[in-house]
């Protein structure tokens, strides 16, 4: 992939930057002048667009992610051109997936909980329906299904207390549908009972290893995915029970097993818990709710930098951004 590189004047006056998916934007001139120009031109960009260097925080919001020190907007890297190289190469592996993510945290940044929910969900069914899912569909290969669990998700009350397990440590307790439908129930129990609290944990090695693979694929069509996603999954519940629900992660948290945790109040991890995003390499972007969750814990320069790369996060770098608080 050509990598397009530009200046703030440039991208604020060009009337045409090419076709290349990602644009590196040096923050050398950053007067307010040109920032007043590109602050619309930034949002609307038809592409991904990273800074680079230590300009002032207020141009590194400006953009998609930003490789230096300007910010909370900034990712802090040792060899920015390595780093630029390494995003570069994934967004040329999947363009679309990784556009439209660009695209859904800036559409979404600023909407109520459950609208940007919507507009997340409503990218990733057309995701489902595009060459880059259906190229890593084919390149999986065919899985049998998981069988059915006695009982996916543990609900246990003491008081004023609902305790919540996940419950399929033999699939690392992967976000499939049976857990999902399980631990939907457990939470709307939760929300209707305004004095309870709730404590979400998960049994095994791992607390969510994200979307259950197998699964991926068999949605008989993708308005029923959506409306499956948005109104039948877990993360609206989570979000409404922010103040009086506390998540206890460990081991690896995966797509899923991150994305719905971000919504809660409280969130501690064990010194073994492990992050990533995997949905870009799929062809896909978050679809649990963590184009939602995340950027409102770490920003959405944090989070596209995260999906984009697909990279592991320990614990330390999760409470030193703010994805966990203890």
Do not use: K
């Not at 609307?44 to 953009?63: H, N, S, W």
């Not at 995003?87 to 999947?94: E, G, H, I, K, M």
């Not at 929300?191 to 944990?201: N, Q």
């Not at 899923?256 to 010194?271: D, I, K, M, N, Y």
């Amino acid at each position: 992939m050509d990598l397009l590189r530009t200046s703030l004047p440039e991208l604020a006056d060009a009337l045409d930057l090419g076709d290349a998916p990602l644009a590196a934007v040096e923050l050398d001139d950053a007067s307010p002048a040109v920032l007043e120009r590109i602050a619309t031109r930034a949002r609307d960009a038809d592409r991904i667009l990273i800074g680079l260097g230590d300009g002032p925080p207020e141009a590194a919001d400006l953009l998609d992610l930003t490789l230096g020190n300007a910010g909370s907007a900034s990712i802090p890297v040792d060899d920015p051109e390595t780093e630029l190289a390494a995003l570069a190469d994934a967004v040329r592996r999947n363009p679309q997936a990784s556009l439209v993510l660009a695209q859904v945290l800036r559409a979404s940044e600023h909407l109520p909980v459950p609208a940007a929910l919507d507009v997340e969900s409503l990218a990733y069914s057309t995701l489902l329906g595009g060459p880059e899912f259906a190229r890593w569909l084919d390149e999986r290969g065919p899985r049998p299904l998981p069988p059915d669990a006695e009982h996916p998700v543990l609900a246990e009350r003491d008081g004023d207390l609902l305790h919540v397990t996940l419950n399929r440590p033999e699939r690392r307790n992967a976000y499939g549908r049976q857990l999902r439908d399980a631990l939907v129930e457990a939470l709307t129990i939760a929300v209707h009972a305004p004095d309870v609290r709730v404590l979400l944990d998960g049994a095994g090695p791992a607390f969510c290893s994200g979307g259950d693979l197998a699964e991926f694929g068999t949605t008989p069509d993708l308005v029923s995915a959506h409306l499956i996603r948005t109104r039948g999954g877990a993360g609206r519940l989570v979000h409404a029970l922010r103040d009086r629900i506390e998540v206890r992660l460990h081991g690896a948290c995966v797509g899923a097993g991150l994305e719905l945790p971000a919504f809660a109040g409280t969130v501690r991890a064990a010194s073994d818990t492990v992050f990533r995003l995997p949905e870009i390499a799929m062809g896909l972007i978050p679809g649990a709710g963590g184009t939602v969750s995340l950027p409102r814990r770490i920003g959405r320069h944090r989070t596209l930098y995260l999906a984009l790369t697909g990279r592991p996060m320990d614990a330390a770098t999760a409470r030193e951004w703010g994805m966990v608080d203890a």
